[in-house]
Each structure stands twice: as structure tokens, then as C-alpha cells.
């Protein structure tokens, strides 16, 4: 397996910024995808959780588990479950490709993830695995359009006095710099996920100026 482009350090370091800022486009797109979330729901590589909240308000939503692999982004996560606890929900610090439940989930949630993993074929076989049959999956990740200068001018309009907004702004270049990351398009993110097993119900890249890869999918 190889090597994460990204260390420990990188995502304990992005942690406090991560929950402070949201851009509207980050609104957008967490109310659409907690939009067809359902029943036990999972969020895989959740970092501080910040998607909860929308997931949580959802009706057909019974409860909310995340995952994540730095630790400072589950602490995050834990303090923001606690202010929005409308429904039982826990976080747990583990890889997603490690993560076990004694129960399925009705739905998961993957936002800005799958550029990280280092294999991703076996993450996205264990998520399939755990889900139930007819389970959703929402996968949304950038592609190689991605312009997140361009994206960050609009930000700029935004929260540009927020005391957290600097290192969020160079967290994310830095991020999207990286000659690592796994920025893939969308042709072969959907052919990876069918490999795997998953239904592909909708896919489009209205997101981030099209610079990120949406998938709905069913297992």
C-alpha cells in the first residue's frame, strides 16, 4: 500500500480551522447531501463532523456515526455533536477501511475524502460492506478541475476577517497542491465504484464550479 500524501499532523493541524469556517458553497453542498441521507447513517472520513448538523435535521435520519483518522478532528467532532445532539450520534477514531458496526447502516457520506486514501478500491469495497441492501452512498471528492484560488476569492468575500480564515485558506492550497492527492474524474470514479458493486444513480459536478465529483449510488 502506499504512502498517504498527507500526515497525521496535516489533518490534526487543519482540525481547528476545518470546524470554524463554512463557506456557502461548503453549505450548499452539506444540505445536499444530507438531503438523501436515511435511517443509521455514516460519515466516512468525517473530519470535525461539520455535515452533522444538516444530517441530523433530516427527518427520515434516526442517528449519526462518523469516522475519522486524526485525532484532532474527532475531538472537533465530539464538541460538535454535543451542541447538536437532536438525535443519538457518536464519532470513533479509525480508518474507514477498519471500522467494523454490529449493525449496517441505511446510509453513508463521504465529502472530501477519497483524495486522501491510499486505496481506495478497498475503501469503497468495506464501505459497500457496510451498508444494508438498497443502502445510499453519497461520494463527493474533487476532480482535476478543481480551481481553488478561484474558490477561495469568493471565500475571501465571505469570512476574510475570521480570525481562522488564514490557515483555513493556506490549508486548503497546501491540500490541493499536493502532487499526491488523488484527484480523479469522474469517468473513472465511476468505474471504480461500479467495480466494487455500487449502482450508480446520479453523478454530476455542479459543486465548486464543477471542480467536484457528486455520486449517488445504491448498494
Not at 148 to 172: G, T, V, W
Amino acid at each position: 500500500m502506499k504512502e498517504s500524501p498527507y500526515s497525521e499532523k496535516d489533518w490534526n493541524d487543519y482540525a481547528q480551522s476545518h470546524q470554524s469556517i463554512m463557506t456557502s458553497a461548503m453549505y450548499k453542498l452539506n444540505q445536499a447531501v444530507a438531503s438523501q441521507m436515511k435511517g443509521r447513517v455514516i460519515d466516512l472520513g468525517c473530519g470535525t463532523a461539520k455535515v452533522a448538523p444538516f444530517v441530523l435535521e433530516e427527518a427520515a435520519v434516526t442517528n449519526y456515526t462518523g469516522i475519522d483518522y486524526s485525532s484532532k478532528m474527532v475531538d472537533h467532532a465530539r464538541r460538535m455533536l454535543e451542541k447538536f445532539s437532536y438525535k443519538p450520534s457518536k464519532v470513533f477514531c479509525v480508518k474507514i477501511e477498519d471500522f467494523t458496526s454490529s449493525q449496517n447502516f441505511d446510509s453513508a457520506l463521504s465529502i472530501n475524502s477519497y483524495y486522501a486514501w491510499t486505496d481506495p478500491l478497498r475503501v469503497l469495497s468495506h464501505i459497500r460492506s457496510l451498508l444494508n441492501e438498497g443502502g445510499v452512498f453519497i461520494l463527493a471528492t474533487p476532480n482535476k478541475k478543481i480551481d481553488m484560488p478561484k474558490l477561495l476569492r469568493a471565500s475571501d468575500k465571505e469570512i476574510i476577517n475570521h480570525p481562522f480564515y488564514q490557515d483555513f485558506r493556506k490549508m486548503n492550497l497546501d491540500f490541493c497542491n499536493n502532487d499526491g492527492a488523488l484527484f480523479v474524474d469522474m469517468n473513472e470514479l465511476i468505474t471504480q465504484v461500479q467495480s466494487v458493486g455500487f449502482q450508480v444513480s446520479e453523478a454530476h459536478q455542479r459543486f465548486y464550479l464543477g471542480g467536484l465529483n457528486f455520486i449517488t449510488m445504491t448498494k
